[in-house]
């Protein structure tokens, strides 16, 4: 499986992806805004782009859908329930389905809803001694986790973490929708001040443009994001004090979330859900 990272060059510092057939050069773009990088770096490497995956509906991912359409005859796929507001969809899409590319290269669809209700990411199981690979979308940055303010909900964002997410490999690549790494890194730092893994990286990073920043692995994430540290002393003890466990676990109680809801005494502010939504919480203002 070949992978080409391309920079949008945009505001929103968004990432496109080309994944090819090594044998046949055929391609998939994932979440094309900028069709005209996208195209020209397909010519450049002579591949011929046969379909458009769209993570979820937001336009910043499906922008460039129609001239990628107009220039190749691209098919798109995305998730069944947002094919209607991304319009021009060719095959909707559901957890589990395989997406082919060319004769060598499968991506599994994750379900994957929080940043909106209807959003998948897509897995590479890897083989042949290459390492895996997840296109995550807007459900997880380098170092961060997407927001649910336009359409989403963080209660599904906490069980996509948990799974399927959750479940992969640390040797997998992640290959997310945007770059906020040195903005994600310093959340964290704030939370967890005492991350010298997640200082270390920022200190490296920090004069690189989004173009040059470096392809993190799940086993790193685990390191450097707050959001799958959720367990962390450092990280409760300043939530704690921030006041805003008691309020999250609440919150997730009356939403029926058995983890969060089922005990009255001890440390049961303190589940993991009550602290990923906090942390969401937090984040979205600072």
């Known amino acids: 499986m070949l992978i080409e990272r391309i920079w949008a060059g945009n505001e929103g510092r968004n990432y496109h992806y080309l994944v090819a057939c090594a044998q046949t050069g055929e391609a998939l773009v994932i ?12 010519r450049e490497l002579r591949w011929t782009i046969r379909q458009i995956v769209n993570t979820h509906e937001h336009g ?21 329930a947002a094919a209607d507001r991304i319009g021009g969809v060719t095959r909707g899409l559901a957890g589990g389905d395989v997406v082919r590319v060319g004769r060598t290269v499968e991506l599994t669809c994750l379900d994957t809803p929080g940043h909106t209700l209807a959003h998948i990411c897509l897995y590479a199981s890897g083989d042949a001694g290459e390492p895996p690979a997840l296109f995550s979308g807007d459900t997880l940055f380098n170092a961060g986790a997407g927001n649910c303010r336009h359409g989403g909900d963080p209660q599904l964002l906490y069980d996509s973490f948990t799974a399927p997410l959750g479940a992969l490999p640390d040797a997998a690549r992640v290959f997310p929708g945007h770059d906020y790494l040195l903005r994600n890194l310093a959340f964290t730092l704030d939370r967890e001040p005492g991350n010298a893994a997640a200082r270390a990286l920022a200190q490296r990073v920090a004069a690189l443009g989004g173009e040059a920043m470096p392809i993190l692995t799940l086993g790193e994430e685990r390191q450097i994001n707050v959001f799958f540290r959720l367990d962390n002393p450092e990280i409760v003890a300043g939530l704690r004090r921030a ?8 919150g997730a109680a009356a939403a029926g979330a058995a983890a969060a809801g089922a005990a009255a005494a001890g440390d049961s502010e303190a589940t993991p859900r009550a602290v990923f939504l906090a942390l969401r919480e937090l984040r979205n203002h600072w």
């Open 31 to 42: 979440d094309p805004l900028n069709a005209e990088a996208v195209l020209a770096r397909a």
């Open 60 to 80: 910043d991912h499906t922008g460039g859908n129609a001239a990628v359409v107009a220039a190749t005859g691209a098919a798109v796929l995305a998730h069944a």
């Open 243 to 250: 006041q805003r466990l008691g309020a999250a676990a609440a």
